[in-house]
């Protein structure tokens, strides 16, 4: 091959090793699911912060949301925050959580899963009788967003309702969460059709690898810099460090002037 060709070559590859090794390095490279900084399909919510401090962006903007009655974020005109906890199992850590809560007499919503109703019942039944919103999380946690037909789309919803009543006496709240933040238009409509308020998230951070768990140090770093006014924020109850911090980090965001509000304060709820 003549040094020309290889010139050349080189010339035309040199910007796509560049922008592969740029694309490695970011900071930022997170799941969806988490705090991902750049925008994803509308199928998997997603948010980029483009300021530390101010309401971030998602890959749906709020007037899009509502017209399926979702939220992503509150009240930004208010210094409140709406606390949200996906469980889907039980091992060892929400009843830590739930007495963080009680100590800062602050409200939150536990979105829940078949699993977690099943097994761990009486942990369910303390989060009712201390005046937490049960959300549903579905039965089985599928990817909701590729159940096309509504059929089976209400039947995830519809059967973890009734294990709930059957299990606390209790309706279940008419809050839903799509699992992995996985959702389509057509998802928002059906929750919307069951009466399903459907609930994203404008705060969370990588906490759910229980074999992998952030610092308290790294949790802060997420936690604290990008909260905002009118932020739904999103933990795991399965996670050791929130188990750990959510005393302090509530303590934390009150001296910030944080005050906590249940998602039945979410404006147009």
Known sequence: MSRT???????????CLLFAALWSARPEALPASADAAVAVSSENWGLSFP??????IGNATAEELSQYDAHYVGDTSQKVLYLTFDC??????????????????????????????????????????????VGNHTFHH???????????????????????????????????????????????????ELGYTTVLWSLAYVDWYVDDQPTAEEAYEKLLPRIHNGAIVLLHSTSATNAAILDDLLTKWEEMGYTFAPLTQLPGV
């Open 5 to 15: 060709v290889l010139r050349v070559l080189c010339v035309m590859l040199l910007p």
């Open 88 to 133: 889907g199992y039980e091992n060892g850590y929400t009843e830590t959580i739930l007495d963080a809560l009680a100590r800062h007499n602050a409200p939150a919503a536990f979105f829940v899963v078949g699993h977690m109703v099943e097994s761990a019942p009486e942990i369910v039944c303390r989060m009712v009788e201390e005046g937490h919103i």
């Open 51 to 56: 300021q530390e401090g101010q309401t971030p």
């Open 142 to 192: 599928p990817d909701m967003s590729a159940i096309a037909d509504k059929t089976s789309f209400c039947q995830e919803l519809t059967s973890l309702e009734e294990l709930f009543r059957q299990t606390t006496g209790e309706e279940m709240s008419k809050f839903y969460r799509p699992p992995q933040g996985k959702y389509s238009v057509e998802n928002l409509s059906q929750a919307h």
